[in-house]
């Protein structure tokens, strides 16, 4: 997975009906950048046209040959990475914006409350301002002159995200990727919601994974198979962890990612946190008073 490095804003053939454009907005959160996918040979889907960004706007646009035009935009969730760019795309070219809502729409009760409690988002960013021209739903379909794209919600790294099934492959945007596990920062990101999409996504035979950072995912089951345990890991780390006795979720993260660098603690403990969450929901651990970020976890 490291090895994937190409070159931003060049239009590359993964295979017939699917190119794929690097934004030139690499970074921790994001690895090389962001992965842009055209779909089809006439009539365009553009998913995920990516963060604000007038170089790689002009490569989405460089990359129409004769004969096409861009007639989708799909945006798998709203995050600055991922989203932004969308308005200025539809401005460019007139295509609508599909996304499951804005930045809000999709989120559990449990994260709604804890928004309405002043807790604000995390990791990659949010765009607030994100407002689709159309409203995706679970199972709905996009069709094009050569493609049909199948739209799948899939909460979890955040409530509006979604995932489009294309036959046999998805474009799953930071729900999976492979050169790391997906963040999950309340109140954007919900574990509970994140293990379910999983399940979800695990029951179907998919022959690839085209995510939104990172090379295409080869085996997606055994990267979903991957993913699902590693959270049970970490489950198990934070259970274990608290027989010592009670602790905050940021005094958490320190004892567990003993080996992560200092300027991605917030992000581990925003997952750790994310973990709390969903042991509370599932009766195995309480907090100090209102659940809230800073607040005080024991077993119970």
């Given at each position: 997975?490291?090895?994937f490095?190409?070159?931003?804003?060049?239009?590359?053939e993964l295979?017939?009906?699917?190119?794929?454009?690097?934004a030139?907005n690499p970074?921790?959160?994001?690895f090389?950048g962001?992965?842009?996918?055209?779909?089809g040979?006439v009539?365009?889907?553009v998913?995920?046209?990516?963060?604000?960004?007038a170089?790689?706007l002009?490569a989405i646009?460089?990359a129409?040959?004769?004969?096409?035009?861009?007639?989708h935009?799909?945006?798998?969730?709203?995050?600055?990475d991922h989203?932004p760019?969308?308005?200025?795309?539809?401005?460019?070219?007139?295509?609508p914006i599909?996304?499951?809502?804005?930045?809000?729409?999709?989120?559990?009760?449990v994260m709604?409350?804890l928004?309405?409690?002043?807790?604000a988002?995390?990791g990659?960013g949010v765009?607030?301002?994100f407002?689709?021209?159309i409203?995706?739903a679970d199972?709905?379909?996009?069709?094009g002159?050569?493609?049909?794209?199948?739209?799948?919600?899939t909460?979890?790294?955040?409530?509006?995200?979604i995932?489009?099934?294309?036959s046999?492959m998805?474009f799953?945007?930071d729900h999976?990727?492979?050169?790391?596990?997906?963040?999950?920062s309340?109140p954007?990101g919900?574990?509970t919601?994140f293990?379910?999409?999983?399940?979800?996504l695990?029951?179907r035979?998919?022959r690839?994974?085209h995510?939104?950072?990172?090379?295409?995912i080869?085996n997606?089951a055994?990267?979903?198979d991957?993913?699902?345990?590693h959270?049970k890991?970490r489950?198990?780390?934070?259970?274990l962890?608290?027989?010592?006795?009670p602790?905050t979720?940021?005094?958490?993260a320190a004892l567990?990612?003993k080996?992560?660098?200092?300027?991605l603690l917030p992000?581990a403990?925003?997952n750790v946190?994310?973990?709390?969450?969903?042991l509370?929901?599932?009766s195995?651990v309480?907090?100090?008073?209102d659940?809230r970020?800073?607040?005080v976890?024991e077993?119970?």
């Open positions: 997975m490291l090895a490095n190409p070159e931003p804003g060049v239009a590359v295979e017939p009906r699917v190119r794929r454009i690097l030139p970074s921790p959160m994001t090389r962001t992965n842009t996918y055209l779909v040979t009539d365009l889907a998913i995920d046209p990516g963060p604000d960004s170089p790689h002009e646009l460089a129409i040959k004769p004969g096409q035009s861009i007639t935009i799909c945006v798998t969730h709203a995050h600055l989203s760019l969308a308005a200025a795309l539809s401005a460019k070219t007139g295509a599909l996304a499951f809502g804005g930045p809000d729409a999709g989120r559990s009760v709604q409350k928004a309405e409690t002043g807790l988002g995390g990659e765009d607030v301002n407002a689709p021209d409203l995706m199972g709905d379909l996009i069709d002159t050569d493609w049909t794209l199948e739209v799948i919600h909460p979890g790294h955040f409530g509006n995200h995932a489009f099934a294309f046999d998805c799953v945007g999976v990727m492979g050169w790391a596990s997906s963040l999950v309340p954007d919900d574990l919601d293990m379910a999409s999983c399940e979800k695990r029951a035979p998919w690839v994974f995510a939104g950072h990172g090379a295409p080869e997606p055994k990267r979903l991957w993913l699902m345990a959270r890991s489950e198990a780390e934070i259970l962890t608290l027989k010592r006795g602790a979720a940021k005094a958490l567990i990612y080996d992560t660098p200092a300027a992000a403990t925003r946190f994310a973990h709390l969450v969903d509370q929901g599932k195995q309480s907090s100090s008073g659940l970020a800073e607040a976890f077993l119970l």
